[in-house]
Structure formats: structure tokens, C-alpha cells
């Protein structure tokens, strides 16, 4: 028996853009935020561009990405702001991210609701990625 991988010791790489691109599609449309007075927020036309790779060397999963996202956001039926989250990179969670709102009343709104809410779900990304997809980066002995 020939064994390509001895204790899953070489780089095995696993793109996961595809996955992550539903991911938060599927996190940021599933995202409602209520500010009040029956207004609530949510998002729409997320799209995700960069790279996402799960990969294992010397036995270990590791994760590596660098994702622009975009997103609108809308307030019942109007949209009224966009989010641009320019570099979202697995050793920086300190990203930045980009609200245009012309509203100031609205962006005030936004920023005190809206965003502590999406950095929760930007933070748990990591987490879930490396939990998806380290399990199939084992090769069997």
C-alpha cells in the first residue's frame, strides 16, 4: 500500500469562496434588525468577491481569506444605505466598514444597531468556516 499523505503531514488546500459567498448570503439575508417603531432593517444583493481557502499542513487545519463585501440595506421597502466591507481578512478582524447613507438621522440609527450586529456575524465567520470544512481535509490512513 502506497501512502500519498503520511499523518496528513503535506499542504492540502480546499477553496472555499462558493461556500462562503452562501454563507453570507444566506447570514445577511436571514439578518433583521429592529429599530423601532416597527422599522426594521435588513439586507439584500450581498456580493462577495476575494479568496477563501481552508487548508491542512502538518496535520492542522488552517483558514486564509481576503473577501470584499457588498451589500444594501434596506428599511421595510427602501433602501437606504449601502455597506462596503473593502478588506475582511482572516489575521486582521479589525475590518473596516463603509456605511453611505445620506440620511443622517438614519446612518446614527444604523451605526448604534445595524453594525454591531453584522460585526457579530462577520467574527463568527471564521469560526464556522474552519468547523465546516477542516473535517473532509483529513485523508484516511
Known amino acids: 500500500m502506497v501512502v500519498l499523505n ?4 503535506h499542504w492540502i488546500d480546499k477553496n472555499t469562496l462558493p461556500w462562503s459567498k452562501d454563507y453570507f448570503n444566506e447570514r445577511f439575508g436571514a439578518m433583521a434588525v429592529d429599530l423601532g417603531e416597527d422599522r426594521v432593517v435588513t439586507t439584500r444583493s450581498v456580493v462577495v468577491n476575494g479568496d477563501s481557502n481552508v487548508s491542512q499542513r502538518k496535520g492542522k ?13 434596506y428599511v421595510g421597502d427602501e433602501n437606504v444605505a449601502s455597506v462596503d466591507i473593502p478588506e475582511f481578512m482572516h489575521d486582521d478582524m479589525d475590518f473596516e466598514v463603509r456605511l453611505n447613507c445620506t440620511d443622517g438621522g438614519v446612518r446614527g440609527e444604523l451605526n448604534n444597531e445595524f453594525v454591531p450586529q453584522l460585526y457579530k456575524l462577520m467574527e463568527q465567520y471564521q469560526k464556522d468556516l474552519l468547523a465546516e470544512h477542516s473535517k473532509d481535509l483529513q485523508m484516511g490512513a
Open 6 to 9: 503520511p499523518n496528513n503531514w
Open 61 to 73: 487545519p488552517i483558514c486564509y481569506f481576503d473577501l470584499h463585501i457588498t451589500m444594501e440595506v
